[in-house]
T-cell receptor, first 111, second 115 residues
């Protein structure tokens, strides 16, 4: 069936290093791809999105890359900080306004 | 802008009992969603409302789950009777009509434990 999945369930990085979280998707019929951050005890929080006709979008310390040829999405976090520790989900916005989530990657920051 | 409000934050019940969750979306958001998030997994859509009508309830176990959104604002999700596998966080989210970017705004969820 259609799904949005992640390559790695956990990622551990040194504070100050850059983090790269990957995501594979199988459904090409979507308007947007969205990255969410979920901290313990909280709901998912919007980080950044990218329209399906774009290949790169930058935000504050975050960059999302979309490769439609291989159906791959990545989130890059620059200069990772302790506050970045969380579970990160990629999600796909399918019509009509249906958000489909992947499995999630837990990011831990080593001091 | 106030966020999506959910209550209660936690609930522990015995299997075969009933439980209800409440959600108040962001003012002006026509679309409301209920998601189920089992520990270690991504959220899974249960039901989607547009105003007070159901748009998608294909993943809702209708033999035990029900949801309503009277007057197109607040919503309740009910489970009757609960099973052990219903233990999860139930997330409510809302968005503006036809808003495809930015995703949704989520509440903090209700953590349900069925024992």
């Amino acid at each position: 069936g259609e799904s949005v999945g992640l390559h790695l369930p956990t990622l551990s990085v040194q504070e100050g290093d850059n983090s790269i979280i990957n995501c594979a998707y199988s459904n090409s019929a979507s308007d947007y791809f969205i990255w969410y951050k979920q901290e313990s005890g909280k709901g998912p929080q919007f980080i950044i999105d990218i329209r399906s006709n774009m290949d790169k979008r930058q935000g504050q310390r975050v960059t999302v890359l979309l490769n439609k040829t291989v159906k791959h999405l990545s989130l890059q976090i620059a200069a990772t900080q302790p506050g970045d520790s969380a579970v990160y989900f990629c999600a796909e916005m399918r019509r009509p306004q249906k958000l489909v989530f992947g499995q999630g990657t837990r990011l831990t920051i080593n001091p | 802008e106030a966020g999506v409000a959910q209550s209660p934050r936690y609930k522990i019940i015995e299997k075969r009992q009933s439980v209800a969750f409440w959600c108040n979306p962001i003012s002006g958001h026509a679309t409301l969603y209920w998601y189920q998030q089992i520990l270690g997994q991504g959220p899974k859509l249960l039901i989607q409302f547009q105003n007070n009508g159901v748009v998608d309830d294909s993943q809702l176990p209708k033999d035990r789950f029900s949801a309503e959104r009277l007057k197109g604002v607040d919503s309740t999700l009910k489970i009757q009777p609960a099973k052990l596998e219903d233990s999860a966080v139930y997330l409510c989210a809302s968005s503006r009509l036809n808003q495809h970017n930015y995703g949704y705004t989520f509440g903090s969820g209700t953590r349900l434990t069925v024992v």
